[in-house]
């Protein structure tokens, strides 16, 4: 079956551009990741969606960002007038909400703001 | 604020050596602890440890969790070039699905 799939797999924007990355869960699963990792760091969380809740948007780092979940399955990372710190590989996980910590990540999308 | 501390952050060995890693955390409400391997860019799941005390296995990796202490150790023994990754540790708390990740160990093993 397949896994979670992200795309695109890189991504290279000037300053101040807008951004959008997206990611295909495994199907089924109803729990939705995203998480930055920036370069020899670990992973930052984002926000988290579960099914019809309301997500957790708590790792959000400025009104920049925002997520969403469209349907239950494919989700969007939108990041506004992006800055050159932006610059990370954009992790999205999925998981069945009753084994919530096995987490299966996708690729990746490596982004870089110039 | 949630904290995971990994140490050593890096460590290299020859096959076949034993390697223990380690994670310290600070977490309001403490779920569980989890710990990952990275080789590329995908985090693979290794084990979920919720309870101290209780050893959970598999294959040559082991790991086991100090809930009083907060901490947890990852094993590894007759290291294999296949086990160099980034280990990643994290903790959950009850409250939300926010895993906070500590910065991983990156474990190199040398033939």
């Known amino acids: 079956g397949a896994g979670v799939s992200q795309s695109p797999s890189n991504k290279v924007t000037e300053k101040g551009k807008d951004v959008e990355l997206r990611c295909d869960p495994i199907s089924g699963h109803t729990a939705l990741y995203w998480y930055r990792q920036s370069l020899g760091q670990g992973l930052e969380f984002l926000i988290y969606?579960?099914?019809?809740?309301?997500?957790?948007k708590s790792g959000l780092p400025s009104d920049r960002f925002s997520a969403e979940r469209t349907g239950g399955s494919v989700s969007t990372l939108t990041i506004q007038r992006t800055q050159q710190e932006d610059s990370a590989v954009y992790l999205c996980a999925s998981s069945l909400q009753r084994e919530w910590y096995e987490q299966y990540f996708g690729p990746g999308t490596r982004l870089t703001v110039t | 604020e949630d904290k995971v501390v990994q140490s050593p952050l890096s460590l290299v060995v020859h096959e076949g050596d034993t390697v223990t890693l380690n994670c310290s955390y600070e977490?309001?409400?403490?779920?569980?602890l989890l710990w990952y391997k990275q080789e590329k860019k995908a985090p693979t799941f290794l084990f979920m440890l919720t309870s101290s005390g209780i050893e959970k296995k598999s294959g040559r990796l082991s790991s086991i969790l100090d809930k009083k202490e907060l901490f947890s150790i990852l094993n590894i023994t007759a290291t294999q070039t296949g086990d160099s990754a980034v280990y990643l540790c994290?903790?959950?708390?009850?409250?939300?699905?926010?895993?906070?990740f500590g910065p991983g160990t990156r474990l190199s093993v040398l033939p």
């Open positions: 994290a903790v959950v708390g009850n409250y939300g699905q926010n895993f906070v």
């Open positions: 977490v309001t409400n403490f779920r569980s």
């Open positions: 969606f579960q099914g019809n809740s309301a997500p957790d």
